[in-house]
T-cell receptor
Framework: DTEVTQTPKHLVMGMTNKKSLKCEQH?????MYWYKQKAKKPPELMFVYSYEKLSINESVPSRFSPECPNSSLLNLHLHALQPEDSALYLCASSQGPHTKYLSYEQYFGPGTRLTVT | SQQGEEDPQALSIQEGENATMNCSYK?????LQWYRQNSGRGLVHLILIRSNEREKHSGRLRVTLDTSKKSSSLLITASRAADTASYFC?????????????FGEGTQLTVNP
């Protein structure tokens, strides 16, 4: 199984709502990622989890809160978002362990298209 | 600013022709990867080339890497309509925290039947 699944596919939320995005993989990968992609732009890294611990936060605003409950699941909790946060949110995973000289390709989910009204 | 810059931004060719996309980057890298994205969906990994490699092949794909010029190219031979997609290069700085990919701006490839 080389699939990364994401739910929901689409999400519309108001600026005062709290919602969560979910991501799941069953490839035994030990690194998981959240990316944000605006229309006609490349994905931008938000967070990296390595062995279920947050290892990289690319200065993301605190209204985005990641969580890794176990090695297969990754959540992104959303609260008090702004309209400019509307984007495609992509989850990815990769095999570990990563070293200074060895890293691996990433497997991406189909994304959640988020609209903030 | 984005690490990778790609050219051309858009490329339109006929089926059967070859497509070449170029990527330049600014800092030292562990490896460089190419991904394909169909119309706002998830990305699909195509090929990974490590910093000590110069060329790599996978099916109809050929990737080169010139670390002295900080550039890479992706060649798709005998293109098909199904190759129509956005293609991104991504540089990986490496590290024990996981892959830290920085994507280029991408090339939109259209293959006309």
């Amino acid at each position: 199984d080389t699939e990364v699944t994401q739910t929901p596919k689409h999400l519309v939320m108001g600026m005062t709502n709290k919602k969560s995005l979910k991501c799941e993989q069953h490839m035994g990968h030990r690194a998981m990622y959240w990316y944000k992609q605006k229309a006609k732009k490349p994905p931008e890294l938000m967070f990296v989890y390595s062995y279920e611990k947050l290892s990289i936060n690319e200065s993301v605003p605190s209204r985005f809160s990641p969580e890794c409950p176990n090695s297969s699941l990754l959540n992104l909790h959303l609260h008090a978002l702004q309209p400019e946060d509307s984007a495609l949110y992509l989850c990815a995973s990769s095999q570990g362990p990563h070293t200074k000289y060895l890293s691996y390709e990433q497997y991406f989910g189909p994304g959640t298209r988020l609209t903030v009204t | 600013s984005q690490q990778g810059e790609e050219d051309p931004q858009a490329l339109s060719i006929q089926e059967g022709e070859n497509a070449t996309m170029n990527c330049s980057y600014k800092t030292s890298i562990n490896n460089l990867q190419w991904y394909r994205q169909n119309s706002g969906r998830g990305l699909v990994h195509l090929i990974l080339i490590r910093s000590n490699e110069r060329e790599k092949h996978s099916g109809r794909l050929r990737v080169t890497l010139d670390t002295s010029k900080k550039s890479s190219s992706l060649l798709i031979t005998a293109s098909r309509a199904a190759d129509t997609a956005s293609y991104f290069c991504a540089t990986d700085r490496g590290g024990t925290s996981g892959s830290r990919l920085t994507f280029g701006e991408g090339t939109q490839l259209t293959v006309n039947p």
